[in-house]
């Protein structure tokens, strides 16, 4: 058997590496190559292009590297044309992604969507061109399949990898012994995203709220888990901020992190939904070029942004987004939290049924889509 694929980012990279561990138990002679990042190479993925190549932050940035990403999936669409694998499954990246699919399915090849567009957030147009891209999408969450029958879209509900991965019952006692804190000490996860740009416009930000929630409360831990190849970036950015004293920095281990914590201070996107699924607390905020928040927010269809609230159609944890996103903002919502015991409390038994919800044996339901999809 052998597969293209393309993960942009480290959310898809983790997302793709625990699918290719389905794939590899139905067909353990698995040959996949094409973009992908670490934990897909742990899997045996050949990555021909780093994941990394497609990380960009918003509009802004994607126009600045506009060509190179065009020229990149040009490339990749040749090889892939040239060696004609048994399907192509883009993980997320839709902008990336879809046009590749379509070009793909033109030729021929099957074409496997892994991770629903969000259009049901906003940019609902996009289902059009989702129908001409793919030939099945493997959906996360469990209302999209209906949405995108309604377009004549194939689609299966798989849940979500993250959901199997992520233990109910969350080891704190572990996770705080491997990064060796104390029992009683107060930890916040400050996580500011993985990719370049959230460093530059997010992270500032994240780092001065730390310096309050230090000055707040001295004894206050900080952990902030840095992602493979950023830690001088956010070193810089920590000595920029003067928070030297108020964050420690983990290479990787993002999991122990938040498992071991008591809120969780995160950007939105993937890692909010992993900070659900270890049932901690969190307070959401973003920061995008201003031109990518004029287009957003005049398409959105919804007043939530993070997933956790999205899922639960309601604002259960706060959202603090653009300029709403303050160093004395992040740190009030941050302490509200730890100021309010009973409220973690319900906040950890509302995120043990999403975990019940999104927990369908991801890999082993999307491998099955997939052998249908090729057998077909």
Request: with cysteine; glycine share 8%.
């Amino acid at each position: 058997m052998q597969l293209g694929m393309v993960a942009g980012e480290a959310s898809g990279d983790l997302l793709a590496g625990l699918l290719m561990g389905g794939l590899k138990a139905r067909w353990p002679t698995l040959q996949a190559a094409g973009i992908g990042g670490p934990d897909m190479v742990a899997q045996g993925f050949e990555a021909w292009w780093p994941s990394e190549r497609l990380s960009v932050h918003g509009y802004a940035e994607a126009l600045r590297v506009y060509r190179q990403l065009v020229a990149l999936r040009t490339e990749l669409g040749d090889r892939l044309l040239a060696q004609r694998p048994s399907a192509f499954i883009g993980i997320d990246a839709p902008d990336f992604n879809l046009g590749l699919e379509a070009r793909l399915k033109a030729a021929g090849l099957k074409t496997i969507h892994f991770v629903c567009p969000s259009i049901w957030a906003w940019r609902g147009g996009r289902v059009h061109k989702l129908a001409a891209s793919a030939d099945h999408v493997l959906c996360l969450f469990p209302f999209e399949p209906a949405l995108l029958a309604k377009a004549g879209v194939p689609a299966s509900y798989v849940g979500h990898p993250l959901a199997d991965a992520i233990p109910l019952d969350v080891p704190r006692a572990a996770a705080r012994a491997a990064l060796g804190l104390g029992d009683g000490e107060t930890v916040v996860a400050v996580m500011p995203g993985s990719r370049r740009g959230e460093i530059r416009h997010i992270a500032p930000d994240f780092l001065r709220a730390a310096r309050r929630l230090r000055t707040a409360r001295p004894g206050l831990r900080c952990l902030l888990p840095v992602a493979p190849g950023l830690r001088a970036m956010v070193e810089a950015a920590v000595a920029e901020a003067g928070a030297q004293e108020a964050v420690e920095l983990v290479d990787g281990r993002s999991h122990e992190v938040m498992a071991a914590s008591d809120v969780v201070m995160v950007a939105s996107g993937t890692a909010t939904l992993e900070a659900a699924l270890f049932k901690r607390p969190m307070v959401i905020g973003y920061r995008v070029h201003w031109l990518n928040w004029q287009v957003m927010r005049h398409m959105r269809y919804q007043p939530w942004v993070g997933l956790p609230n999205v899922l639960s159609e309601d604002f259960v944890v706060p959202e603090l987004l653009q300029h709403a996103m303050t160093p004395d903002a992040l740190a009030t919502e941050t302490l509200r939290w730890l100021d309010d015991p009973a409220a973690c409390e319900r906040i950890a038994g509302r995120f043990t049924e999403l975990h019940f919800l999104l927990r369908r044996d991801t890999a082993r339901a999307a491998t099955d889509a997939i052998a249908q999809v090729i057998a077909g």
